[in-house]
């Protein structure tokens, strides 16, 4: 039998295991029937997941948090039981801003924290402030910029002006001259290198090692009530996911996703981020970076509760919610082990035993204990040294 | 009540102004989400705004109204739960809604209602034109097949027709499809017109 899902995406390079599950058979194999709805926003994405017009969405990891906390317009219960990625992400700016920069380019996304200390002194310099676009209030990467800025004293919400610009617009606005920069998920940083109107400033994997990025989210009661086509949909997408980190299939993946109804832009752009070799700045010869953007790798998709609770404490940080303890188990609860244990008992998926751990301890590559033979955790170090332990949120919290 | 449309096509806008206008609400603005929009926006203080939900600018609007005082807590128009069917409508139609907080709801759902009908008329309106379009575009195909028929072969204009029709119906294919292929085929070998 066969089960029909609706699937809500934007057109961006993460969004691949989702299209290569549709594309190469990985649903039609585990009996799934998928159609995918392609959104231009996030918040006709959300409302398409929240109003039941789709089962499922490819959604921000925070917007899922802030919609279950009520933060952004109607709200519901989501559950993440799958993450679609880590990383990602790119913070590109305008040449006259760069400047500022370390010249070495490399030696600039290298070193986060000279680089941030390097644009707070610079800010001063320019005449205005500079506009940063971020894709959305409830991003990944509003928040690691936020923390980027941060740590070297810059107050995102006073010192530079955060405007909201959808993916798809970012290249345009950076034309317009009505942002300075911006940061986003592949192929919109490279597509504006590329286009000579930017330069990379920070790549997402060099703040945070293994940074949370898309979660597949559904409506919870929706998830409790639909077990099978669940774990169905998992299986599948775990079996993508693996498709799409193998080197062997990166170009094929390219490609695919170039297509008009998925990412619709050129081939070689999009290549960049799967295949690591990011261009920096138009005339430079591309820059190595293997975790760019990673699918499968070390239980990527695993949905860690101590991830979505470092997502919950950046929105505490900046007073997007209040910190309560009944907020904080709200927001944990959004990630969803449980399931992804469920669904993959029968395979020979190796899955990490525990739901939490400390996040941005591990400084290279580490063997955990696993249900199933042995498993290897990535670095997931943050890029000023930071640890958080999912149990002292307010020790955390207190911190900064 | 203040009723601003957000909206890159001017056509769907004015259809939908119209439709507003004729049903007595006289205070409506057109604004294309491109450059400063948010701003001007903020000025006009609208008590309802209504935008393409297929825009990407939405997140751009609903960033604006969730820092803005101007709109005091506005919200999403299909947060009437009570209504399903009214949310797939206007989901279907492709139209959202944001409403200033405390308006009766019995009040601007008939705006609601309306945008969903005129958002639908422009959609088959729209794909009429392109209907249209297409046609005209097969037109000239089959134009161009024709005319390379006639003067390869010297065959008059309605026997080059039939040549075409009948070599579709054959390969049980439609005419502009065959009328495209002899059109290729012809460029490739030179002999085109």
Redesign the interface.
């Known amino acids: 039998m066969t089960t029909s899902l609706r699937i809500a995406y934007l057109p961006l390079t993460d969004s691949a295991v989702l299209a290569v599950a549709r594309e190469k058979g990985f649903a039609e194999e585990e009996g799934i029937a998928l159609d995918l709805v392609r959104a231009t926003s996030w918040a006709t994405l959300r409302d398409r997941l929240v109003f039941g017009q789709v089962q499922a969405a490819h959604m921000l990891a925070p917007l899922a948090i802030a919609v279950t906390l009520g933060l952004s317009q109607q709200p519901a219960p989501l559950a993440a039981p799958y993450k679609l990625n880590v990383n990602g992400n790119m913070l590109v700016m305008a040449r006259e801003f760069a400047q500022a920069l370390d010249p070495d380019v490399v030696a600039r996304l290298d070193d986060p924290l000279g680089t941030a200390h390097d644009f707070a002194a610079a800010i001063g310099l320019w005449k205005r402030k500079p506009v940063i676009g971020v894709v959305h209030r409830f991003s990944s990467h509003a928040v690691m910029l936020r923390y980027w800025l941060a740590s070297a004293g810059v107050d995102p919400d006073r010192d530079v002006l955060l405007r909201v610009v959808p993916p798809s617009l970012t290249v345009e606005a950076m034309r317009a001259g009505e942002i300075d920069g911006f940061i986003a998920g592949e192929p919109w940083g490279s597509a504006a290198v590329d286009a000579g109107l930017a330069e990379a400033v920070a790549i997402g994997e060099r703040i945070w090692r293994r940074g949370v990025e898309k979660v597949l989210a559904f409506r919870t009661p929706w998830l409790e009530e639909n077990p099978q086509a669940v774990d169905a949909l998992i299986r599948a997408l775990v079996r993508s996911a693996a498709w799409c980190d193998d080197p062997a299939n990166h170009e094929a993946l390219a490609h695919l996703l170039s297509q008009p109804h998925l990412v619709d832009q050129p081939a070689d752009v999009i290549g960049r981020a799967l295949s690591g070799r990011i261009t920096a700045r138009a005339d430079m010869p591309p820059v190595d970076m293997p975790d760019f953007l990673l699918f499968s790798l070390e239980a990527t998709p695993f949905p860690w509760r101590s991830q979505a609770l470092w997502l919950y404490s950046q929105l505490v940080r900046w007073k997007m919610v209040e910190h309560t303890a009944e907020n904080a188990a709200k927001a944990g609860s959004v990630f969803r082990p449980d399931i992804f244990r469920r669904a993959l008992a029968d395979s020979n998926v190796p899955i990490p035993g525990a739901s939490m751990k400390v996040e941005g301890a591990v400084a290279s590559p580490l063997a955990v204990g696993s249900k199933r033979g042995e498993l290897t955790l990535g670095p997931d170090r943050f890029f000023d040294g930071r640890v958080f332990d999912p149990e002292r949120i307010e020790d955390f919290l207190a911190s900064f | 009540m203040r009723i601003v449309i957000i909206d890159d096509s001017g056509l769907r806008a004015t259809v939908l102004e119209e439709g507003l206008r004729e049903a007595g609400y006289d205070d409506i603005h057109i604004v294309p989400p491109r450059?400063g929009f948010v701003a001007r926006l903020e000025r006009m203080a609208p008590d309802v705004v209504l935008m393409d939900?297929?825009?990407?600018?939405?997140?751009?609007l609903?960033?604006m109204l969730?820092v803005s005082r101007a709109l005091a807590r506005p919200?999403?128009m299909?947060?009437d739960?009570s209504d399903e069917s009214m949310?797939?409508a206007a989901?279907d139609a492709g139209v959202?809604a944001y409403v200033v907080d405390g308006l009766r709801k019995e009040r601007v759902k008939p705006v609601l209602e309306l945008a969903v009908r005129r958002f639908n008329a422009f959609a088959k309106l729209q794909t009429e034109l392109d209907e249209a379009r297409t046609a005209l575009s097969d037109r000239k195909i089959i134009d161009r097949a024709k005319s390379i028929l006639m003067s390869q072969r010297g065959i008059s204009e309605p026997d080059a027709y039939a040549l075409l029709r009948s070599g579709a119906m054959n390969q049980g294919k439609k005419i502009v499809d065959v009328a495209q292929a002899l059109i290729t085929a012809s460029d490739l070998l030179g002999g085109g017109l």
């Not at chain 2, 939900?53 to 751009?60: K, Q, W, Y």
């Open positions: 450059g939900l297929g825009s990407p600018s939405r997140d751009m609903e960033e969730s919200i999403a299909f947060v739960q949310i797939g989901i959202s």
